[in-house]
């Protein structure tokens, strides 16, 4: 338990550290705010020029234009004749994008990227962000999806909760790798942390076992372990072993063939399990 301490925060140790990103569904990453902005930022520095002539002045041209006295009118219900001028467009948009506020930066995004006049390369460039900042949101249908429900979020939070009350530190140490691992985009490492929780939940119960499989099979008795639950997790177990890079080590390959999705699932599944388990053993 000791080294698990020593490779973690104090907040990740006892439990205290937040959901990953990816779960994170009111917050935005320093990373994703900075990113946003360079891309919105760029975007409207094309559109703005001085034009020609002696009395040139700075304009706002296509296609922000068009998408901004939309949003203008559309969604800030503010007058067509009080458009921002040019010079000051640029501060107001900022001031949406940069908000940290969640909903007025997701907003606005969707209303540009839905915007008839929005070049397509935007919308991949955002959705690209996403991505690269472990978001909670992804584009489908130039709509913001979250990767996972209020739901799904709120039953893995209650689980992380009984994991952090729990006796057992390690299921909460390992769960809180795992979540770390996810923020950071090492789904493989999140995966061989999320079933690492789940055994030692498991081996809390039933020391003797040496590992999952045994462990399993002995709490299908001690606490009348569904079987059907028993043969889920052993299967998942078993995948973790047979995936190169997750629980063995690569031999040809460059790295593990598994996705966000996949770790984002197995995160879900080993925490509720671990709470589960949890609940299950006895109290002193």
Same mark, same amino acid.
């Given at each position: 338990?000791?080294?698990?301490?020593?490779?973690?925060?104090?907040?990740?140790?006892?439990?205290?550290?937040?959901?990953?990103?990816?779960?994170?569904?009111k917050?935005?990453?320093?990373?994703?705010?900075?990113?946003?902005?360079?891309?919105?930022?760029?975007?409207?520095?094309?559109?703005?020029?001085?034009?020609?002539?002696?009395?040139?002045?700075?304009?706002?041209?296509?296609?922000w234009k068009?998408?901004?006295?939309?949003?203008?009118?559309?969604?800030?219900?503010?007058?067509?004749?009080?458009?921002?001028?040019?010079?000051?467009?640029k =501060?107001?948009?900022?001031? *949406?994008? $940069?908000?940290?506020?969640?909903?007025?930066?997701?907003d606005f !995004? @969707?209303?540009? &990227? #839905?915007?008839?006049?929005?070049?397509?390369?935007?919308?991949?460039?955002?959705?690209?962000?996403?991505?690269?900042?472990?978001?909670?949101?992804?584009?489908?249908?130039?709509?913001?999806?979250?990767?996972?429900?209020?739901?799904?979020?709120q039953?893995?939070?209650?689980a992380?909760?009984?994991?952090?009350?729990?006796?057992?530190?390690?299921?909460?140490?390992?769960?809180?790798?795992?979540?770390?691992?996810?923020?950071d985009?090492?789904?493989?490492?999140?995966?061989r942390?999320s079933?690492?929780?789940?055994?030692? =939940?498991?081996?809390?119960? *039933?020391? $003797?076992?040496?590992t999952l499989?045994?462990?399993?099979?002995? !709490? @299908?008795?001690? &606490? #009348?372990l569904?079987?059907?639950?028993?043969?889920?997790?052993?299967?998942?177990?078993?995948f973790?072993?047979?995936?190169?890079?997750?629980?063995?080590?690569?031999?040809?390959?460059?790295?593990?063939?598994?996705?966000?999705?996949?770790?984002?699932?197995?995160?879900?599944?080993?925490?509720?399990?671990?709470?589960?388990?949890?609940?299950?053993?006895?109290?002193?």
């Amino acid at each position: 338990m000791t080294e698990l301490r020593e490779t973690m925060t104090f907040a990740q140790s006892e439990g205290a550290e937040s959901l990953p990103r990816q779960l994170e569904r009111k917050e935005i990453s320093d990373q994703l705010s900075s990113l946003l902005w360079v891309i919105i930022h760029d975007s409207l520095d094309k559109a703005l020029d001085y034009g020609t002539g002696v009395y040139a002045f700075l304009r706002l041209n296509s296609p922000w234009k068009e998408i901004l006295r939309q949003w203008w009118v559309l969604r800030k219900f503010r007058n067509v004749d009080e458009f921002p001028d040019a010079d000051d467009i640029k =501060a107001l948009v900022k001031n *949406e994008v $940069t908000s940290r506020d969640y909903i007025k930066v997701y907003d606005f !995004l @969707q209303f540009v &990227i #839905r915007s008839p006049t929005c070049p397509a390369s935007l919308e991949s460039t955002i959705s690209a962000v996403l991505e690269r900042s472990h978001a909670p949101y992804r584009i489908i249908n130039k709509t913001f999806v979250p990767i996972v429900s209020d739901e799904e979020v709120q039953a893995i939070s209650k689980a992380l909760e009984a994991a952090a009350a729990s006796k057992a530190r390690g299921p909460s140490a390992h769960l809180a790798n795992a979540a770390t691992a996810l923020s950071d985009g090492q789904w493989s490492e999140a995966i061989r942390e999320s079933i690492h929780a789940v055994e030692a =939940a498991a081996k809390s119960i *039933e020391p $003797t076992a040496a590992t999952l499989g045994p462990a399993l099979d002995k !709490l @299908q008795t001690s &606490i #009348r372990l569904n079987p059907a639950l028993k043969k889920a997790f052993s299967a998942l177990y078993g995948f973790t072993s047979d995936e190169k890079g997750i629980r063995h080590s690569l031999v040809f390959e460059s790295e593990s063939a598994v996705s966000e999705r996949d770790a984002v699932f197995m995160f879900g599944a080993c925490a509720s399990f671990v709470s589960y388990l949890v609940s299950a053993q006895k109290v002193d």
